[in-house]
């Protein structure tokens, strides 16, 4: 046997292995009741908590229905997906990053709900970024948990002592990551790792300065390659940045290693508990036009699920605003409904209140079927450039030449 039919018979027997584990459709009886399987990557106690109470309290208006929960690692969530729609046993109900939506919706592993939508009537109440992300070709395939999106973490005290207020543009972001630079500190700080972490912090930038994937070889790409590239170069931003994660970032951020850094609402519970410096959150910079982007996860229903009417009710039972908003304040989410972003959890916590305030800027992911190979190609520019290993105009061409045929490639297939 050579060697690519010994990896097929091994990646044959995992799939094999995989499907015949894998936490199905419901479909048989439990006692009598019909049997909806769920999935998310939830671990946190408050939030499985307020998981449990939504499915008890389902199950209690609806004493036929079982519903049976299963945590799923984030890091293997996509691969069981796959797995179970080949299999025709993925869950009824499920919960997936926003920026794999329109991947699984293409490839037919999600249900095509869009008239069960329009008959819920609520679609108008959501937030255009975090609803693009569960669209494809005009078509809906789930509806919004709730997101996150970045914004700019500043040391209090070393802005003090430098006499700096918070940077509202890229100029005073680099005069201020100049100034801060000194006793061990680095000015400056994000996530420049070869992960979506990476692709999802270079993001923003590129937007600020007027460009956008569809447009990658725009010239406001370079401009925001270059001012990385620069602060790095400069010393202003740890060479480092390349193999540090968002995490990583914040635990320099919280010893007091860095000034600023760009980060996610998800590291407020983190620095409330354990940063050694004082902190507070502003708007991220603004180029030609103020953009952050979307994190989050969205609701799906599984292609091979034989439960869909029922699994698109538990959905909507989810999403009623009070119960969304206990689930959301568990797990530092924000709303993706509108007229939840107004309630004074968000708006009176100074912190919450910078990134509730940014939704309305904030632009999902949503790039089609091929953004796993597109967001690859911003990793690798970004490792490239930063490294010194291209210049930024060299990374950038490389990348955009990857992504343009990735874009021609989603056309062709439409």
């Not at 894998?22 to 939030?47: E, H, L």
């Not at 499920?94 to 709900?113: C, E, K, M, R, Y």
């Not at 538990?314 to 304040?329: D, G, S, T, Y």
Request: proline share 4%; charged share 20%.
């Amino acid at each position: 046997m050579n060697n690519k039919m010994k990896a097929l018979s091994i990646l044959l027997a995992v799939f094999l292995l995989l499907t015949a584990c894998s936490s199905g459709s419901g479909s048989a009886d439990s006692g009598g009741k019909k049997v909806i399987t769920w999935w998310d990557t939830m671990t946190t106690d408050g939030s499985v908590n307020a998981i449990n109470k939504i499915i008890a309290e389902y199950e209690a208006e609806h004493p036929d229905v079982d519903i049976k929960r299963t945590y799923v690692a984030y890091s293997d969530i996509k691969t069981k997906l796959l797995l179970g729609s080949i299999g025709n046993s993925g869950p009824d109900i499920l919960w997936i990053d926003s920026a794999d939506h329109q991947t699984f919706s293409a490839a037919g592993v999600l249900a095509d709900i869009t008239e069960e939508v329009e008959a819920w009537g609520e679609a108008d109440r959501y937030i255009e970024g975090p609803w693009s992300s569960t669209m494809y070709n005009g078509r809906n395939y789930g509806v919004p948990v709730g997101s996150n999106n970045l914004a700019l973490y500043y040391n209090t005290d070393l802005f003090e002592e430098a006499g700096l207020a918070p940077p509202t543009n890229w100029e005073e972001l680099q005069e201020a990551a100049a100034k801060l630079t000194k006793n061990n500190v680095f000015g400056f700080a994000v996530s420049a790792v070869k992960t979506e972490e990476g692709t999802f912090q270079f993001l923003p930038f590129m937007l600020q300065a007027g460009a956008d994937i569809p447009e990658f070889d725009a010239p406001g790409t370079l401009k925001a390659l270059t001012m990385m590239t620069d602060m790095v170069d400069q010393g202003y931003m740890s060479r480092d940045v390349v193999t540090q994660k968002q995490a990583d970032t914040a635990t320099q951020f919280a010893a007091g290693k860095v000034a600023m850094m760009v980060n996610g609402t998800w590291q407020i519970p983190f620095l409330e508990a354990n940063s050694e410096v004082n902190w507070d959150v502003a708007e991220l910079p603004a180029d030609e036009q103020s953009a952050t982007v979307l994190g989050g996860e969205n609701w799906a229903i599984s292609e091979a699920s034989k439960n869909k009417e029922t699994a698109f009710d538990v959905i909507q039972f989810a999403n009623e605003p009070e119960r969304l908003k206990e689930l959301l304040q568990t797990n530092g989410r924000l709303p993706s409904r509108g007229d939840l972003l107004e309630d004074p959890f968000w708006q009176d916590d100074e912190h919450m209140k910078v990134f509730a305030d940014s939704m309305l800027d904030s632009t999902a992911r949503a790039y089609g079927p091929n953004y796993a190979s597109i967001s690859e190609a911003i990793q690798t520019m970004l490792q490239e450039s930063l490294t010194g290993a291209k210049s930024p105009e060299a990374a950038q061409e490389t990348a955009s030449n990857t992504i343009q045929e990735l874009l021609k490639e989603q056309q062709e297939n439409e």
